[in-house]
């Protein structure tokens, strides 16, 4: 059968749903490296994502395990964690700063992703919206797939000296740092009743 083009009926709610609702955020993983396949088929994943006016407008960047960008990269957290986490037993400071640095070395795949500007404000704002679904897509196939992932907008995101050591173009927004391996274990989780969250007006 070719593709559907039906309007209902595309997929199976009960699967869909269950990759919904057992993704958890992972930062623990085996030492199993992540197939670029794989990769290759979160990113496809990501890219179907909604845009308003086409602008396709994320940008994904992988850090190779080993790779020098990695080792770049893992430098600049380590000075950011010295410099702003605050700390004043230099012990610990030291410490933290290379557990920093140690998890963007060891993570088996390491992803960056951007959302580029638009050509006025609220377009800019339109394509970060749009790359926070496409990073949704992202984590939700990765989860298919087998593969734990984890979200960070944290020191990777917060340190300026990581995007221009990626490459990544100056006025290009950080969307987040993901983490993505085979996980150690996946967590249960709960959320609130759809009731407690939602009005229906008539
Ligand atoms: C925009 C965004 C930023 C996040 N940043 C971090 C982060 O910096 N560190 C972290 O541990 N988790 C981060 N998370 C993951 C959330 O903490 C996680 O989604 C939340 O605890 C719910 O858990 P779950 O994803 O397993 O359902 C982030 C998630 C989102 C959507």
């Known amino acids: 059968m070719g593709q559907s083009h039906s309007i209902s009926g595309v997929a199976d709610t009960d699967a869909l749903m269950h990759v919904i609702r057992t993704r958890r955020s992972v930062r623990e993983f085996t030492d199993q490296p992540v197939p670029r396949e794989m990769l290759d088929q979160m990113i496809e994943a990501a890219t179907w994502a909604p845009n308003h006016r086409h602008t396709e407008p994320w940008r994904f960047i992988v850090l190779e395990k080993d790779g020098e960008a990695r080792a770049r990269v893992a430098d600049c957290v380590y000075e950011w ?57 992202m984590q939700l196939m990765a989860h298919a797939l087998g593969l734990g992932i984890g979200w960070s907008t944290g020191r990777l995101c917060k340190a300026e000296e990581v995007h221009k050591a990626v490459g990544a173009g100056p006025d290009w927004t950080i969307v987040g740092a993901f983490f993505i391996g085979f996980p150690e274990s996946l967590k249960d989780a709960e959320r609130a009743p759809v009731e407690e969250v939602s009005t229906y007006l008539n």
Do not use: F
């Open 81 to 137: 964690t010295w410099n702003y986490v605050k700390n004043p037993n230099p012990e610990r400071r030291a410490r933290s700063s290379a557990e920093a640095r140690d998890e963007v070395l060891e993570t088996p795949a390491l992803m960056l992703v951007y959302s580029v500007p638009g050509m006025n404000e609220e377009v800019t704002h339109e394509n970060y919206a749009a790359t926070c679904c496409a990073a949704q897509n």
